[in-house]
């Protein structure tokens, strides 16, 4: 019988714990090279879209409030390119739209619908009842009811600061944005004064009162940021999901 060839086998790397871990680390670190050195040659692994802005410090405070209370828990905000996603949702999701979300609400999950699109879907007065108690709009709702939120006052004196954090991250908030910022919330909850010079620096944002509160609530913001989803692409500029099927 011919004598076993000694050498560097499967088996001898199996049993040597050490040599296993050494080798599983190399090959892991390669592999993190080779997907992540090629990201620094380029300018910027998401593409541009016209239209995307980041949000309005009114809907900041809306977004932080949809984080604070888990809604993407239930509701994610993508949706996939295959064509019963975009027939029951509109146009699948480009990465462009949450780039200046932190963190972004693509989620993995959905125990209520896609909220991706639901800017101006429905009415604000539609926006508060369902907050306030989704039974009453949609009865087979399991989501919970958010009442309080109509008449908590929404603290933000801190806004400031908060646009010039996300600054430094890289949100582009120009100095007259940052000025602004408490100012510019306090006017998107009032219709009827001058908003001319807050709707140029966020085009498309949403100016109502929304819950009819004289003072800015919780939910004030979290409605504003909801009509603002989905709104600021226009959609037809790119190329249809029914495309991407052919």
């Known amino acids: 019988m011919a004598e076993e060839k000694k050498g560097f086998s499967h088996d001898t790397i199996e049993r040597n714990t050490l040599l296993l871990v050494v080798l599983i680390l190399i090959t892991v670190s390669i592999g993190g090279l080779v997907q992540i ?9 998401i593409e541009k879209v016209d239209g ?3 949000h309005s410090p009114l809907e900041l405070a809306g977004f932080n409030i949809y984080v604070r209370e ?4 239930c509701h994610s905000q993508q949706i996939r390119p295959f064509r019963d996603e975009v027939e029951r949702y509109g146009h699948y999701s480009l990465a462009a739209e949450s780039m200046y979300d932190r963190p ?8 209520g619908p896609d909220l991706a699109r639901v800017g101006g879907k429905y009415s604000n007065d539609w926006q508060v009842a369902h907050l306030v108690d989704p039974r009453a709009v949609v009865p087979e709702s ?12 929404l603290k933000y004196d801190d806004i400031q600061t908060h646009l010039k954090t996300l600054k430094v991250l890289g949100s582009p908030y120009t100095d ?6 408490k100012a510019d919330l306090e006017a998107q909850k009032n219709p009827d004064g001058d908003v001319a010079a807050f709707q140029k620096r966020y ?3 949403v100016v109502a009162n929304f819950t009819g509160n004289k003072q800015v609530t919780e939910m004030d913001a979290l409605v504003a940021y909801l009509q603002m ?6 959609f037809t500029k790119y190329q249809s999901p029914k495309q991407l099927q052919q």
């Open 37 to 45: 050195v090629p990201l620094f040659t380029i300018e910027s692994t």
């Open 104 to 111: 972004f609400q693509w989620s993995s999950k959905r125990t």
């Open 203 to 205: 085009p498309k944002a």
């Open 142 to 153: 399991i989501m919970p009811g958010y009442a309080w939120m109509k008449d908590r006052p």
């Open 52 to 54: 995307v802005r980041p």
């Open 229 to 234: 989803l989905g709104t600021l692409v226009d």
């Open 176 to 181: 007259e944005q940052i000025a602004n910022a």
């Open 70 to 73: 888990g809604c993407y828990n």
